[in-house]
């Protein structure tokens, strides 16, 4: 059975008290979350020590920590850079690769986030992999092929075993982020179900079967019930609506 994943992406937001705070409220009010259902905060890299410690206090079962990007270099002359050991070694368990954001604003290419994606599975962490299109690409009806370069040029080099122990996929329409525009349930519907028959192409049906896929553009307390029903859609990477608690608390509740 898939996992059904509710991961929220602080971006570059809170101070951390408010992100302290924010984690407390989360996890004290929860449902219980039993082994097929995760909640994943991605914090800003100076907030992991501390909302790792936050996790570890309040002991709650199924609760993660998750970075927001990587470097690819085990270390070296990079300057304001993060190496994954050092996201290890502070507790992060996923990192999110490839979200637009990086793509637009620090031209992430499809190889530089393959590079990426291999030092995450060498080093056995979860890679949240976002992809997704602009508007003009789903205006001239190009987002299937779109969508499929990046997953090929970035994903589907991995074997089996690394995609369906490594790997999270999350789709998110760019069109859609962070401008109150949720692509439809039959929009996201038909991009989670094409991804998944691309896994199931390239690999086999039994892994596209358990690999999750969220959905990433605009989801909110509002919506989040309606999108989580669809057939394969597994939950949500969650932006704004992931910086307060009574905004958050419904998105986890529609796992259920």
């Not at 979200?99 to 620090?106: L, M, P, T």
Request: proline share 2%.
């Amino acid at each position: 059975m898939r996992k059904k994943i509710v991961a929220g992406n602080w971006k570059m937001n809170m101070t951390l008290a408010d992100g302290e705070a924010l984690v407390e409220e989360i996890m004290n009010k929860s449902p219980e979350l039993d082994d097929n259902k995760q909640v994943i905060f991605c914090t800003p890299f100076t907030h992991l020590m501390l909302i790792d410690d936050t996790i570890t206090e309040l002991s709650k079962p199924n609760f993660f920590l998750g970075a927001q990007n990587c470097n690819n270099n085990t270390s070296g002359a990079y300057t304001g850079e993060i190496s994954i050991s050092m996201l290890e070694e502070v507790g992060v368990d996923s990192v999110i690769i490839g979200h637009s954001e990086r793509r637009q604003y620090y031209a992430e290419s499809n190889e530089f986030l393959k590079s990426k994606v291999d030092a995450l599975v060498e080093n056995d962490l979860q890679v949240i992999f976002c992809c997704g299109e602009s508007l003009e690409i789903r205006e001239a009806n190009t987002q299937n092929e779109f969508v499929a370069k990046q997953l090929e040029e970035s994903l589907f080099h991995l074997d089996a075993a690394q995609m369906l122990n490594n790997v999270v996929i999350a789709y998110e329409p760019i069109w859609a982020i962070g401008t109150g525009k949720t692509a439809t349930t039959a929009q996201a519907q038909e991009m989670h179900s094409y991804i998944r028959s691309l896994i199931a192409i390239k690999y086999n049906n039994e892994i596209a079967q358990e690999i999750s896929i969220l959905y990433g553009g605009s989801c909110n307390a509002t919506n989040a019930k309606e999108l989580f029903a669809c057939e394969d859609v597994d939950g949500g990477l969650i932006g704004g609506a992931a910086l307060k608690a009574d905004t958050f608390l419904p998105i986890i509740e529609a796992m259920f």
